[in-house]
């Protein structure tokens, strides 16, 4: 996929943060960002697919915009850097967004929600902003595209040996098993949840049989 895609074509973001030349300049750096070589998941076909999702659930969100906004930095900055990506892609917003304009409530917000996505559980009740980005980034374990999702996170982690990631990885998949729900809106738990629940068994059934 690339920048033509409708989801985060020019005229999107310009709903979103203006088409000033500044504003357009800002987006033309985050697909450069989401298009680097190294990267295998976290691309522009997953800022896609997050953005389409949560048009799907947008009218479960209070600032819907906010929310596209945080979809297209929550990975801008991806070193395989748990925590530390997700910080430094909250600054990018915090620095970026201002030149485009946007009101600087709505930054704050962006940039807390991205900070969200570096660990899912600490969504406080009623936050209906992060319930949405969050359903809208795991949305992939519900989709049909599960095993190349599964597949590509795997060449993300090619430097890790073999037996690591099996343990690591069933270990991740063990946890999200776990929970009493894998989605937080009402929606998403209608459209994602049981495949999600059968593809992740069935990946963990893989890596333990």
Do not use: K
Request: glycine letters at 6%; one cysteine or more.
């Amino acid at each position: 996929m690339d920048s033509s895609d409708v989801r985060i074509s020019a005229a999107r973001w310009a709903g979103l943060a203006g088409g000033s030349p500044a504003a357009l300049a800002v987006r033309a750096e985050l697909v450069a960002r989401w298009s680097e070589p190294h990267r295998r998941y976290h691309t522009l076909t997953h800022l896609a697919a997050v953005l389409a999702a949560t048009d799907r659930l947008a009218t479960e969100a209070e600032d819907v915009t906010a929310v596209r906004l945080a979809a297209w930095f929550h990975d801008a900055v991806y070193d395989g850097r748990p925590g530390s990506d997700e910080e430094r892609s909250a600054q990018l917003a915090q620095s970026a967004l201002p030149r485009c304009g946007v009101p600087a409530g709505r930054v704050a917000e962006v940039a807390r929600l991205v900070r969200l996505t570096a660990a899912h559980d600490t969504l406080r009740p009623g936050d209906r902003n992060g319930a949405v980005l969050c359903d809208a980034d795991l949305a992939v374990l519900g989709s049909p595209g599960y095993d190349d999702y599964a597949a590509a996170i795997r060449q993300e982690y090619a430097h890790v040996p073999d037996e690591l990631f099996r343990q690591g990885r069933a270990e991740v998949l063990r946890r999200l098993l776990a929970t009493p729900s894998l989605f937080r809106t009402a929606l998403a738990r209608e459209l994602w949840e049981a495949p999600a629940r059968a593809s992740m068994t069935a990946e963990l059934t893989r890596l333990t049989g």
